[in-house]
């Protein structure tokens, strides 16, 4: 229980913020630690006025401020190399900010690049080539191989890397942002390669002008490949997960409800609904279809469970099905034959939307599902109970999904369907206490009435201009309140979420 002081400076600090002009409402809440020690945060709505005025910014120079910001990042990762060559530093895990093994990422980066030399790549662009995971293993393939990555450290050390090799002497490496591809000539490449690339970009839009001047330079008949794609759909599964697995055991159901909204909300990176694919060719006459594929591997982390890849054949649309063949098929699912033809890599020449009947990250759904069926009242250590007694009956997210030896899609089912999931995979939650016939939990992208009202992707640019107004008003308070009730951080929420954040911050 707060004592009368600390509720007389919780009130003055709702006071201070409210009387900010891009303040709308204040909301003072009691959050606990790991180690169970407490702190409030303030969280903010932001004003109507502020909204107005950061609308220009969010199109105009906020992406470009997303990109340096990102570039800055990159360049400290790549910084101090353990040596000049390839590797996996910076791929941490969400769950506990230490490198994921390096046993796991080899079979991630094997099965990318199988998946990849299946589409016969002889000519390749590859945006984002970072330090050179693919380029060392493509390259040598390929007749001409030309990456390009924003991050200057990144291109100065693999250009001492491949200057030492002579089977990669042939490959061309340029110091440039991703949409930039001046001085690439329309179809000079058969096969443009963005893997694990664009969750680094600003907005959808940004990855819409990447994917148009791509096709531009892709042959007819080449292909664009993306791969490493987060699944905006399982965004609050995965976020789920995370706080599950670092919430304090006393803490409250209510408490870790807000963190997770919260985590959805503050989402930095762009996570995309594998529909916005599925719709280019409609949009891009230059694509006329998108697979959309299930990540392999043994692995069960993040990366299996949560990202999947996406294939765009670049054709002549006079060489497809019309226009209306294209998208009726995209909408309808058509999956009559196409399995063997995309295990073979013989992409289909018309927009077919793939659902795999596989299992996609099982378990987490299953513990979405418990928690929107918990008591706010109760504790997190009696869902970490429930979570751990289905966890341990050897029913794993990747018992049913692929495996690095598997073609490119998973029992797919011949025939049509009423339309393709939100999820863009079937689930299926086999676990006792649910029902067989599960559907997505209530802030889950689901297949009701308003589906085709959700966003397609997050928003990277709009988490940043709220951050930094959060940034502000914390200096802001400090100017003109003592230390001693001062909010650890001061954070400013979306004025239309993901998930319903108002009944949480409380």
Same mark, same amino acid.
């Given at each position: 229980?707060?004592?009368?002081?600390? +509720?007389?400076?919780?009130?003055?600090?709702?006071?201070?913020?409210?009387?900010?002009?891009?303040?709308?409402?204040?909301?003072?809440?009691?959050?606990?630690?790991?180690?169970?020690?407490?702190?409030?945060?303030?969280?903010?709505?932001?004003?109507? #006025?502020?909204?107005?005025?950061?609308?220009?910014?969010?199109?105009?120079?906020?992406?470009?401020?997303q990109i340096n910001s990102w570039q800055r990042i990159f360049d400290r990762t790549y910084r101090n190399p353990s040596?000049?060559?390839? %590797?996996?530093?910076?791929?941490?895990?969400?769950?506990?900010?230490?490198?994921?093994?390096?046993?796991?990422?080899?079979?991630?980066?094997?099965?990318?690049?199988?998946?990849?030399?299946?589409?016969?790549?002889?000519?390749?662009?590859?945006? *984002?080539?970072?330090?050179?995971?693919?380029?060392?293993?493509?390259?040598?393939?390929?007749? #001409?191989?030309?990456?390009t990555d924003f991050s200057d450290i990144a291109i100065q050390r693999l250009r001492q890397f491949t200057a030492a090799?002579?089977?990669?002497?042939?490959?061309?490496?340029?110091?440039?942002?991703?949409?930039?591809?001046?001085?690439?000539?329309?179809?000079?490449?058969?096969?443009?390669?963005?893997?694990?690339?664009?969750?680094?970009?600003?907005?959808?839009?940004?990855?819409?002008?990447?994917?148009?001047?791509?096709?531009?330079?892709?042959?007819?008949?080449?292909?664009?490949?993306?791969?490493?794609?987060?699944?905006?759909?399982l965004l609050p599964a995965f976020h789920c997960s995370v706080q599950v697995s670092k919430a304090p055991p006393t803490?409250?159901?209510?408490?870790?409800?807000?963190?997770?909204?919260?985590?959805?909300?503050?989402?930095?990176?762009?996570?995309?609904?594998?529909?916005?694919?599925?719709?280019?060719?409609?949009?891009?006459?230059?694509?006329?279809?998108?697979?959309?594929?299930?990540?392999? *591997?043994?692995? $069960? $982390?993040?990366?299996?469970?949560?990202?999947?890849?996406? +294939?765009?054949?670049? %054709?002549?649309?006079?060489?497809?099905?019309?226009?209306?063949?294209?998208?009726?098929?995209?909408?309808?699912?058509?999956?009559?034959?196409? *399995?063997?033809?995309?295990?073979?890599?013989?992409?289909?020449?018309?927009?077919?939307?793939?659902?795999?009947?596989?299992?996609?990250?099982? $378990?987490?759904?299953?513990?979405?599902?418990?928690?929107?069926?918990? %008591?706010?009242?109760?504790?997190?250590?009696?869902?970490?109970?429930?979570?751990?007694?289905?966890?341990?009956?050897?029913?794993?997210?990747?018992?049913?999904?692929?495996?690095?030896?598997?073609?490119?899609?998973?029992?797919?089912?011949?025939?049509?369907? *009423?339309?393709?999931?939100?999820?863009?995979?079937?689930?299926?939650?086999?676990?006792?206490?649910?029902?067989?016939?599960?559907?997505?939990?209530?802030?889950?992208?689901?297949?009701? #009435?308003?589906?085709?009202?959700?966003?397609?992707?997050?928003?990277?640019?709009? +988490? #940043?201009?709220?951050?930094?107004?959060?940034?502000?008003?914390?200096?802001?308070?400090?100017?003109?309140?003592? %230390?001693?009730?001062?909010?650890?951080?001061?954070?400013?929420?979306?004025?239309?979420?993901?998930?319903?954040?108002?009944?949480?911050?409380?």
């Amino acid at each position: 229980m707060q004592s009368t002081s600390a +509720v007389q400076g919780t009130d003055k600090i709702k006071t201070i913020l409210q009387g900010h002009p891009c303040v709308g409402s204040v909301s003072i809440v009691e959050e606990q630690g790991p180690e169970g020690r407490g702190y409030s945060v303030a969280y903010v709505f932001p004003s109507p #006025a502020w909204l107005k005025a950061t609308t220009f910014e969010t199109a105009a120079s906020g992406p470009e401020k997303q990109i340096n910001s990102w570039q800055r990042i990159f360049d400290r990762t790549y910084r101090n190399p353990s040596e000049n060559a390839p %590797d996996f530093v910076g791929w941490t895990s969400s769950y506990t900010n230490q490198p994921l093994p390096a046993g796991e990422m080899r079979e991630w980066l094997d099965a990318t690049i199988a998946r990849i030399v299946a589409l016969e790549p002889r000519r390749v662009l590859e945006i *984002g080539c970072g330090i050179g995971l693919l380029v060392e293993a493509l390259a040598p393939r390929c007749t #001409a191989y030309c990456g390009t990555d924003f991050s200057d450290i990144a291109i100065q050390r693999l250009r001492q890397f491949t200057a030492a090799r002579p089977a990669l002497g042939h490959v061309e490496l340029l110091r440039r942002d991703a949409a930039d591809f001046d001085g690439l000539a329309p179809g000079s490449v058969d096969t443009v390669v963005l893997n694990s690339v664009i969750q680094y970009f600003p907005n959808l839009d940004y990855l819409e002008i990447v994917l148009e001047r791509a096709a531009q330079v892709v042959e007819y008949g080449g292909h664009i490949f993306i791969g490493d794609v987060r699944h905006l759909g399982l965004l609050p599964a995965f976020h789920c997960s995370v706080q599950v697995s670092k919430a304090p055991p006393t803490s409250t159901i209510r408490s870790l409800k807000r963190k997770i909204a919260l985590a959805i909300d503050q989402e930095k990176e762009l996570v995309v609904d594998p529909q916005f694919f599925m719709s280019l060719a409609a949009r891009n006459p230059r694509i006329a279809g998108a697979a959309i594929l299930l990540k392999k *591997g043994y692995a $069960n $982390n993040e990366l299996t469970r949560y990202r999947y890849d996406v +294939v765009l054949q670049v %054709d002549d649309a006079r060489g497809s099905a019309s226009r209306e063949e294209v998208m009726r098929d995209a909408a309808e699912g058509v999956l009559a034959d196409a *399995g063997t033809r995309l295990g073979q890599c013989d992409l289909p020449r018309r927009g077919l939307g793939l659902s795999d009947d596989v299992a996609l990250a099982r $378990n987490d759904c299953a513990v979405l599902r418990l928690l929107e069926s918990a %008591d706010d009242r109760d504790l997190v250590q009696d869902l970490q109970a429930r979570v751990a007694a289905f966890e341990n009956t050897g029913l794993t997210d990747r018992e049913a999904s692929l495996q690095p030896s598997d073609p490119a899609v998973h029992n797919p089912r011949a025939g049509r369907r *009423g339309g393709p999931s939100r999820l863009g995979f079937d689930m299926r939650v086999p676990e006792p206490e649910l029902s067989s016939n599960w559907v997505p939990p209530q802030f889950q992208y689901g297949e009701g #009435a308003n589906a085709a009202s959700k966003p397609l992707a997050t928003d990277p640019v709009a +988490v #940043a201009l709220r951050n930094q107004l959060g940034f502000a008003l914390g200096q802001f308070l400090r100017s003109r309140f003592p %230390d001693p009730y001062l909010p650890a951080a001061v954070i400013v929420l979306s004025d239309n979420p993901v998930v319903p954040l108002c009944e949480w911050m409380k």
